[in-house]
């Protein structure tokens, strides 16, 4: 009964581990579509990418992680596919995602971004 009961209070911090939310608010020019937005990072092994589409320049993303990460987050203008053979420059730029709502403002192009306001979030996001 004593194993049982040291088992038991090991295993309790488990319990309470629990996954970050994080919300990413963006807005680049005056985008449409066929503009893309695209978040990419990495829990674990697993790749995660997600996608937006931008609608007068706005974009969000909401997610989970297990803790505070690296990100990448690209912002494709046009409908053209990409040629593996052909460098092009990428709109793109690098981030932390963590418990909080950031906020991205850029006129025209990501690589020139601001990242403001990034609220930690005290409750769950409704």
């Known amino acids: 009964m004593k194993k049982i009961l040291l088992s038991a209070i ?11 939310n994080f919300t990413i608010k963006g807005k680049v020019g005056n985008l ?4 893309k937005a695209y978040l990419l990072y990495r829990v674990g092994s697993t790749a995660v990418t997600d996608s ?6 706005a974009f969000e993303f909401k997610g ?17 596919p990409v040629n593996p053979k052909k460098r092009v420059p990428a709109d793109a730029i690098m981030l932390y995602l963590e418990k909080a709502t950031i906020n991205i403002t ?10 403001t306001d990034r609220k930690p979030m005290t409750t769950m996001p409704n």
């Open 10 to 20: 090991c295993l309790l911090p488990l319990g309470l581990m629990a996954q970050e």
């Open 32 to 35: 449409n579509a066929p503009a």
């Open 52 to 57: 937006a589409v931008l609608t007068n320049g």
């Open 64 to 80: 989970s992680i297990p803790s505070a990460m690296q990100a990448s987050l690209r912002v494709k203008h046009d409908a053209t």
């Open 106 to 115: 850029a006129k025209d192009s990501l690589k020139y971004a601001k990242i």
